[in-house]
Structure formats: structure tokens, C-alpha cells
């Protein structure tokens, strides 16, 4: 059986992310006050093509909830039934890059999956600096205009050393 591209899987892992991710707070009937969010992304100046972007509450109580949206052609939008309660998060994007952990043809058997890079610096990720207040006035609109760090090395997900985070180069010795 044929392994299926880097992209297509990726694609498969977002869409898994994204419903664990909005399945955690889902429906509009559990009586938590929930806020719409939507809201545009750029990379280097262009829409950002695909990916995803997460919010993770800074506060942390019964009413805290995380949420996520899947990013097509540099927008994302959360309708109120899955959307954010008021507060302060923290804000994650993610897109694969055309680049692959390993070419397929050159992939030994066990290997594992075979994931593309990460485009978006771990600033905006496992390491985000970004960090939104949702209100009960709204609008609710975030948008994200990410820069590229020069000099950074995009790192696999799935061959990352322990303690390193996605998106940057393990330490030299």
C-alpha cells in the first residue's frame, strides 16, 4: 500500500487537530458565553495558504476553554457555537512548508510517517509570542501579519530532539 504524500497527510493531521480541538468545546447548549472569532494571517506579506491557528486560554478556570480553526487562503473563522469565551489567549499558528522531513523514495521501511517542515517560526507556535483579548463587544477580529526569522533552520516535527522546540535548529555543541 502506497504511503500517502506529505501534504495529504498533513492535511489529514490538521483536520484531526482541528476537531479534537473544537470537539473539546463543542455545541452552543453548554451555557458558556461564547464570542465568534475570525480573522486573516500573512506570512512574509502573502495570505498564508493552509494551516492552522489555536487559542489557549492564559487564565485558567471552569469557563476556560481552547479553540482552533483550520487556515485556508489566509483566513480562519470560529462561529460563535464553537467560538471563545471573554478573556486573555495565547495564540498558535502552524502551516506545512513544500519541504519534507525525509523524500519519500528515500524513506527505509519503519521509518514512520513522513512529515513536512513547519513554515511558521516557533515565535508564533510552540513558542508564541501572540496573544489576543476576546470581549463580549466583539468584533473579535485578530488578524496576523508573521515575519520569517532570518537565519532559521526549519526543523522536522517528527525528528526533533527532546527539549527542542518546532520550528528552530537544535543547539550546536
Not at 40 to 68: C, K, M, R, V
Not at 75 to 85: C, D, M, N, Q, T
Request: proline residues 10%.
Amino acid at each position: 500500500m502506497a504511503q500517502p504524500s506529505g501534504r495529504a497527510a498533513f492535511r489529514r493531521a490538521l483536520v484531526a487537530v482541528a476537531a479534537s480541538v473544537l470537539s473539546a468545546g463543542c455545541g452552543g447548549g453548554d451555557g458558556l458565553n461564547r464570542m465568534p472569532v475570525r480573522g486573516n494571517i500573512t506570512f512574509e506579506g502573502e495570505p498564508l495558504a493552509e494551516g492552522t491557528i489555536q487559542f489557549y486560554p492564559e487564565q485558567t478556570n471552569t469557563d476556560s476553554i481552547t479553540g482552533g480553526s483550520l487556515i485556508e487562503g489566509g483566513s480562519y473563522s470560529i462561529p460563535r457555537a464553537e467560538g471563545l469565551v471573554p478573556g486573555r489567549y495565547q495564540v498558535r499558528i502552524s502551516s506545512p512548508s513544500d519541504e519534507m522531513t525525509v523524500e519519500e523514495d528515500e524513506a527505509m521501511p519503519g521509518l514512520g510517517p513522513i512529515y513536512p517542515r513547519d513554515l511558521i517560526p516557533s515565535k508564533y507556535n510552540v513558542e508564541s509570542e501572540l496573544r489576543v483579548e476576546v470581549t463580549e463587544d466583539g468584533p473579535n477580529e485578530f488578524d496576523f501579519a508573521l515575519e520569517a526569522d532570518p537565519g532559521q533552520k526549519l526543523m522536522p516535527r517528527a525528528s526533533l530532539p527532546l527539549g527542542t522546540p518546532t520550528g528552530s535548529a537544535p543547539a550546536s555543541p
